[in-house]
């Protein structure tokens, strides 16, 4: 069965600093991944996705960027966060129609 | 563009039903899903529907859609005190990219 693993579970991170978070998939190959973010207003906000290695699609003009390496790794980073970056990100991957999401990462920028 | 829409609270009394409501404005929409999020937790899919269908249940949970007035409805019967989450709705026209709602939270009262 597919599996999603995301990490870390929560990060507190000082303004400035660099981010990385990263995202894997077992069970499924060439998998469609996406980054979401979910502010305290509760809403989800697609960042990125992928279609595959290198491909990366962005939808939202962001101080991130994301990567994809390898066929079930997905990387989220910055190189100097602001308060603003805040929030649960949440990484997916999509069987069509299901969508499935790993754990999420807390980040706090202080 | 796409726009899904949610109420933000609903309470009901343990043993009820809940009935969590969504609008939604593409009439390509061709999938539309709920989603269940436990506090400091990821999106867990409960069901989803294909547009063509007028209803779906599963176990305790009955998913309506009325696609003439685009409104998806998910009732929750025995409604119990760990069914308290945020819910949230989602559509997708290809199934490979979701719009989310912002979430409703549940409160099951005792």
């Known amino acids: 069965s597919q599996t999603i693993h995301q990490w870390p579970a929560t990060l507190v991170q000082p303004v400035g600093s660099p981010l990385s978070l990263e995202c894997t998939v077992e069970g499924t190959s060439n998998p469609n991944l996406y980054w979401y973010r979910q502010a305290a207003g509760r809403g989800l906000q697609l960042l990125f996705y992928s279609v595959g290695i290198g491909q990366i699609s962005s939808e939202v003009p962001q101080n991130l960027s994301a990567s994809r390496p390898q066929d079930r790794q997905f990387i989220l980073s910055s190189k100097k966060l602001l308060l603003s970056d805040s929030g649960f990100y949440l990484c997916?991957?999509?069987?069509?129609?299901?969508?499935?999401f790993g754990q999420g990462t807390r980040l706090t920028v202080v | 563009g796409e726009d899904v829409e949610q109420s933000l609270f609903l309470s009901v009394r343990e043993g009820d039903s809940s009935v969590i409501n969504c609008t939604y404005t593409?009439?390509?929409?061709?999938?539309l899903y709920w989603y269940k999020q436990e506090p400091g937790a990821g999106l867990q899919l409960l069901t989803y529907?294909?547009?063509?269908?007028d209803m779906k249940q599963d176990q305790r949970l009955t998913v309506l859609l009325n696609k003439k007035d685009k409104h998806l409805s998910l009732r929750i019967a025995d409604t119990q005190t760990g069914d308290s989450a945020i819910y949230f709705c989602a559509e997708s026209i290809t199934a490979r990219q979701l719009t989310f709602g912002s979430g409703t939270q549940l409160t099951v009262l005792p």
């Open positions: 529907i294909f547009s063509n269908m």
């Open positions: 997916a991957w999509n069987g069509a129609p299901e969508a499935f």
């Open positions: 593409d009439s390509s929409s061709t999938y």
